[in-house]
């Protein structure tokens, strides 16, 4: 077992090294199964004919077919093979799960869910942030504010820094299971456009402002606005940029 390093803000959970061609494995039947390919109650194909399609050997799918069991999304009995669990068995926080969960069709239920969560532990952690900034933390938050207004007209940059400006209050509220929990959950959705969004310049102002207050209200020691602040700025920023309905796919 092993600690995998956070990766642009996604703090992965403990998981044991696989073979790659394992992994590769492990990641095609997880997705196949959370999107829906293969339904709860249903098996996966036998052994052999998953040797047939992925190219590797037995082995390589023994090793495959006991991650998927950790990640609670099959269970596989002697004489009756490999069967598909329900959703309520899955680990909602395992990294590939999330994938699956953002390549949905249903991923707005998901990512809703992710913003409420989002607000809940960033409110408190803002609270908590609000009444422990040391110098150090104080003048860290100050220039980070001031380095994202010089890139208002560069949405990617933005994006980028204003996940900085967030974190560097995760680590100010010494919350250490919010900011893990935000930082797995948050690393998968970025990858979905529907997450992420394309944002205009009146995006970029309000977030701007957003965060404007957060840091005003940190800097005055005062938790209850701090947490409002945070409240306002994750939820109505999603508003902004949440699609009003998803794109027709085939």
């Not at 991650?67 to 959703?87: I, N």
């Not at 990512?111 to 408190?124: F, G, K, M, S, T």
Request: hydrophobic content about 40%; overall charge negative; some cysteine.
């Amino acid at each position: 077992m092993h600690s995998t390093p956070a990766i642009g803000g996604e703090v992965l959970q403990p998981q044991r090294n696989r073979p790659p061609l394992a992994a590769a494995v492990v990641k095609s039947l997880a997705t196949a199964i959370v999107v829906g390919e293969y339904k709860p109650g249903s098996a996966l194909p036998p052994v052999g004919e998953l040797c047939e399609q992925y190219g590797v050997s037995r082995t390589v799918i023994r090793e495959a077919t006991t991650a998927l069991v950790e990640k609670g999304l099959v269970l596989s009995r002697q004489g009756w093979g490999t069967m598909v669990l329900d959703q309520e068995h899955w680990n909602l926080l395992d990294p590939l799960v999330l994938q699956g969960l953002f390549q949905r069709k249903d991923r707005l239920f998901y990512l809703d869910n992710l913003i409420e969560i989002r607000a809940n532990l960033e409110c408190a952690m803002a609270a908590r942030a609000a009444g422990q900034l040391d110098e150090a933390q104080r003048s860290a938050l100050k220039a980070k504010l001031d380095e994202l207004a010089e890139l208002k007209d560069d949405p990617a940059a933005y994006m980028r820094v204003d996940l900085e400006f967030h974190e560097l209050i995760h680590r100010a509220s010494r919350d250490a299971f919010g900011r893990a929990i935000v930082a797995n959950i948050q690393g998968k959705a970025l990858h979905t456009p529907q997450y992420s969004g394309d944002p205009t310049r009146d995006d970029i102002e309000h977030a701007h402002e957003g965060h404007a207050r957060i840091l005003e209200a940190l800097l005055d020691g005062d938790a209850d606005w701090a947490a409002a602040a945070m409240r306002k700025h994750i939820t109505s920023s999603w508003k902004r940029r949440r699609p009003r309905e998803e794109p027709a796919t085939d």
